[in-house]
């Protein structure tokens, strides 16, 4: 599915929910579409907090949430992790497709 950009700095999508394992931590996350990503990081500029993220508004499904998105890397796009409580809410497992839209706050 395309993301669709509305409101100024939002944009809605649709993304896999999958897991990354860190040293200590288990952190799950949606991947934002490569071509919202650049867009997002070409406006956002030099405007990026620790670890390049950037502050967001957050709803997947009817749960809304503020968290940050993050690069994930070269050749990747952004990442919005996803919380247990709103994994929980929404009865969301590792693998299913996910409907999400965020505002991005500060930029």
Same mark, same amino acid.
């Given at each position: 599915?395309?993301?669709?950009?509305?409101?100024?700095?939002?944009?809605?999508?649709? $993304?896999?929910?999958?897991?990354?394992?860190?040293?200590?931590?288990?952190?799950?996350?949606?991947?934002?579409?490569?071509?919202?990503?650049?867009?997002?990081?070409?406006?956002?500029?030099?405007?990026?907090? $620790?670890?390049?993220?950037?502050?967001?508004?957050?709803?997947?499904?009817?749960?809304?949430?503020?968290?940050?998105?993050?690069?994930? $890397?070269?050749?990747?796009?952004?990442?919005?992790?996803?919380?247990?409580?709103?994994?929980?809410?929404?009865?969301?497992?590792?693998?299913?497709?996910?409907?999400?839209?965020?505002?991005?706050?500060?930029?």
């Amino acid at each position: 599915m395309t993301p669709t950009r509305r409101r100024g700095l939002s944009y809605d999508f649709v $993304g896999d929910l999958w897991r990354w394992e860190a040293r200590r931590e288990l952190w799950t996350f949606v991947s934002l579409p490569l071509d919202a990503s650049d867009e997002i990081a070409a406006i956002a500029g030099d405007q990026a907090g $620790g670890w390049g993220s950037l502050r967001v508004d957050a709803r997947v499904g009817a749960t809304d949430f503020r968290t940050s998105i993050f690069p994930g $890397g070269e050749g990747s796009g952004y990442m919005l992790p996803v919380k247990r409580a709103v994994r929980d809410a929404e009865a969301l497992e590792l693998g299913a497709p996910v409907s999400a839209t965020i505002t991005l706050i500060d930029v």
